[in-house]
């Protein structure tokens, strides 16, 4: 087995389509170890991981850990609500401290854009991004690339459509990259405030008709509105927001062709996304989560095994 | 010939294959009569094509019915992860039937350090508790064990010296059934 390009799994844009074809074979094993009745290998039984998460998450904590234990790491977990920046110590005499205690990779959380990439070149262990501003979530990134390939067979050539929240998302960005490294056409649709200005020169096609953006595509993932990173205004009202760009089973049986439905999670019901389609059996959100964990397991076996004894 | 590097010479060819593979069949069936509560493994990822052809004649010659068949990786559950310099490749695991209170026998071409079958006894735990393992390889080699491991089925017992190497060639993937020791 060939092995990944890189050390640090640090964005999207640091892997090629190999890497990512690897991460996917290896995913497909793991799938099957979580869904055995005892859920657990023992690969990763002399590896420590601290989980550093200096922004609230819910869903990517958790799966993360459970990556983790399913390989039978030691994990610890850490979380700046309750730590020591509070007290005014830097990121990286922060991560030098956990690592004196012998850690061999680091999964992080940051608000600061770049942070994974400044800390991958100033500490020895192995870094996996869990979210960098409004950078990358490369996982978020496979993982819902892992589930396109999962149900319609193949991500080249598919056409794919990110709603919503351009401008504040890094499971955007990162899901631009993954899904043009694998020959899929991308198109990003939301308000005109909400998508970043010359993110056309990134290849994607832009759409500000939601109608028209869904008639084209095979996929489309739904971002949430993150009202937490937003300074200004960028629509009127939610309920504005909703009429334009917010997806209701009406719109998708009007649609003459059926197409899969994604959201990276935690949906606003009844915003970008009601209930019944979220719950439909076009929506392939559980299984986005499901399929976390096994490329979260992927990604740590495979940058684990480039760790020196 | 001089100048080659790697000498091979045969030891086993077509016709003993064959014939060591109705031999084991039989053993099996000796043991474990119908199969009713026994299921065959074989080892990703060359035990797997020894497992087939037993399972095929076990079925066609001697018309045992519906012998429950997986194929086992063992790849996460090695002891050398990080230990050498290739790394390790995973298979496919295929066990569609619950392995609790059967009797397993674990089917691999060469037995040689036995940390493979450690390894497969790890692993097949993730399926539940089996009544019985037992182990068939078709090439057992002699004197090289690392660990308190060895066959309760053996095609062919071999001393080979340790840099030497064992390669068993089956139809389905090199064009011939045949057992070679390859001097590096």
Redesign the interface.
């Given at each position: 087995?060939?092995?990944l390009s890189v050390n640090h799994l640090l964005g999207i844009k640091y892997l090629n389509k190999e890497d990512i074809k690897l991460i996917f074979?290896?995913a497909d094993?793991f799938k099957?170890?979580i869904n055995?009745?005892?859920?657990?290998?023992?690969?990763?039984r002399?590896i420590t991981i601290a989980n550093l998460f200096f922004e609230n998450s819910t869903r990517t904590k958790l799966s993360f850990e459970l990556a983790q234990k399913r390989?039978s790491a030691d994990v610890i977990n850490f979380s700046s609500a309750q730590s020591s920046v509070k007290k005014g110590e830097t990121l990286i005499d922060t991560v030098n401290n956990i690592l004196s205690m012998k850690v061999d990779m680091v999964v992080m959380r940051h608000p600061n854009p770049g942070a994974g990439v400044f800390l991958s070149k100033h500490v020895s262990a192995s870094i996996v991004n869990a979210g960098d501003g409004a950078h990358e979530h490369p996982t978020q990134a496979l993982l819902d690339s892992y589930s396109i390939r999962e149900k319609l067979g193949n991500v080249k050539g598919k056409k794919v459509v990110i709603v919503g929240d351009i401008l504040h998302s890094r499971v955007a960005l990162s899901n631009i990259f993954a899904l043009q490294l694998q020959g899929a056409e991308v198109m990003v649709c939301g308000p005109k405030t909400l998508i970043p200005k010359y993110i056309d020169k990134l290849g994607v096609k832009v759409e500000t008709n939601l109608r028209k953006a869904l008639n084209w595509c095979d996929v489309a993932n739904m971002l949430r509105v993150q009202n937490e990173r937003m300074d200004i205004s960028y629509f009127p009202t939610t309920r504005e927001y909703t009429q334009q760009f917010g997806v209701n089973k009406a719109l998708l049986d009007s649609l003459d062709k059926e197409i899969t439905i994604m959201h990276p999670g935690p949906i606003n019901r009844g915003v970008e996304i009601t209930s019944d389609v979220a719950d439909s059996s076009q929506s392939i959100i559980l299984d986005q989560v499901q399929n976390g964990v096994a490329v979260r397991m992927a990604v740590i076996?495979?940058l684990?095994?480039k760790?020196?004894? | 010939m001089f100048g080659n590097i790697m000498s091979q010479k045969v030891l086993l060819n077509e016709k003993e294959v064959n014939i060591i593979l109705h031999r084991l069949a039989c053993q099996l069936i000796e043991k474990h009569h119908k199969f009713q509560n026994t299921v065959l493994i074989g080892l990703q990822p060359r035990g797997v094509f020894l497992a087939d052809r037993l399972a095929k004649i076990l079925s066609e010659h001697y018309k045992i019915k519906n012998i429950q068949l997986g194929y086992l990786d063992i790849t996460f559950f090695r002891d050398d992860f990080r230990r050498g310099d290739k790394p390790l490749e995973a298979n496919k695991t295929k066990i569609n039937f619950i392995v609790e209170d059967k009797n397993i026998v674990f089917i691999d071409d060469v037995l040689y350090t036995g940390r493979s079958i450690r390894a497969a006894l790890t692993a097949i735990q993730s399926f539940g508790r089996p009544n019985e393992i037992e182990l068939l390889t078709l090439i057992d080699r002699r004197f090289s064990r690392h660990l308190p491991i060895q066959p309760n089925y053996r095609g062919r017992q071999v001393d080979v010296i340790n840099d030497e190497k064992v390669r068993v060639n089956w139809k389905e993937r090199d064009k011939e059934d045949s057992v070679y020791l390859i001097e590096k």
């Open positions: 087995m060939s092995e074979e290896t094993h099957e170890v055995r009745p005892i859920k657990k290998v023992p690969s990763l002399d390989l076996y495979l684990a095994s760790i020196k004894q | -």
